[in-house]
């Protein structure tokens, strides 16, 4: 298991081989992640991932909007020993990762139930703050981060320096998004970034070491977070 993402990796790495590529070419150590759920593709969490953005119907969407709130409030209520412990004290801030090319607020930013659900699920000093990270001109990809892709603005500068931001996001694939986002966090001045993505996409169907990993249930469970509890320095 990659001791950043919890994804599967080689026995003889502890990283596999995406945060390799996007911590060397982003320059800067990567924060670590959180995964919610296992997301093999195809699968059922993947489509209500896919759902909630891309159907073309409204009420659809609406429909996968609440389930996405709703699986997060469940995940910190049963899990938030898990997520102070990787986070190292208690948080301070909570945002949705925005996205690289969507205009206007983060997709996770409109999903139903999540900012109150979530927020009062993790404890009652959190602070629900999108709008302290923001799009920047910085081009980004697919395994090609770029702290410039995102910024926090002048306005929040001092909210964010010295707190404890838990960073969420829908999906993580390779994490060039994520990690971009939270290293412009970071350079702001944020303590401690914890990425939590309610999903950890796996391609049994194309690589044999996922289709392994997700049968042997390495990367769901109580075990994924003890695994970030102790790469953040903590024993649970």
């Known amino acids: 298991m990659c001791q950043v993402c919890c ?3 080689s026995p003889s790495f502890a990283h596999c081989f995406a945060c390799r590529t996007v911590a060397r070419r982003l320059n800067l150590p990567l924060s670590p992640v959180l995964p919610a759920y296992q997301c093999p593709v195809p699968g059922p969490l993947y489509r209500v991932l896919l759902g909630y953005k891309e159907s073309p119907v409204e009420e659809v969407r609406a ?5 996405i709130g709703a699986l997060f409030s469940a995940f910190f ?6 997520t102070a412990t990787a986070m190292g004290g208690g948080i301070d801030l909570v945002m949705p990762v925005p996205s690289s ?13 999540l900012a109150h659900g979530a927020v009062s699920a993790l404890a009652p000093e959190a602070r629900w703050l999108p709008p302290a990270l923001q799009r920047a001109a910085g081009g980004i990809g697919h395994m090609r981060p770029n702290a410039g892709a995102f910024a926090v603005p002048p306005s929040l500068r001092a ?5 404890r931001v838990l960073l969420l996001d829908d999906i993580y694939v390779s994490g060039s998004r994520a990690q971009s986002a939270a290293a ?3 350079l702001c001045g944020a303590t401690t970034v914890l990425i939590v993505p309610l999903g950890r996409v796996l391609r049994p169907e194309k690589f044999s070491a996922h289709a392994a990993f997700a049968g042997s249930g390495s990367g769901a469970g109580h075990r994924t977070r003890c ?3 102790q790469i953040a320095g903590a024993k649970e």
């Open 101 to 113: 090319s969507r205009p206007g607020p983060a997709p996770l930013e409109r999903a139903q139930g």
């Open 7 to 9: 994804g599967p990796t």
């Open 184 to 186: 412009a966090l970071r």
């Open 63 to 67: 429909h996968f909007s609440r389930r």
């Open 159 to 163: 909210a964010v320096h010295g707190a």
């Open 77 to 82: 209520a049963e899990h938030l020993v898990c």
């Open 227 to 229: 695994v970030v509890g």
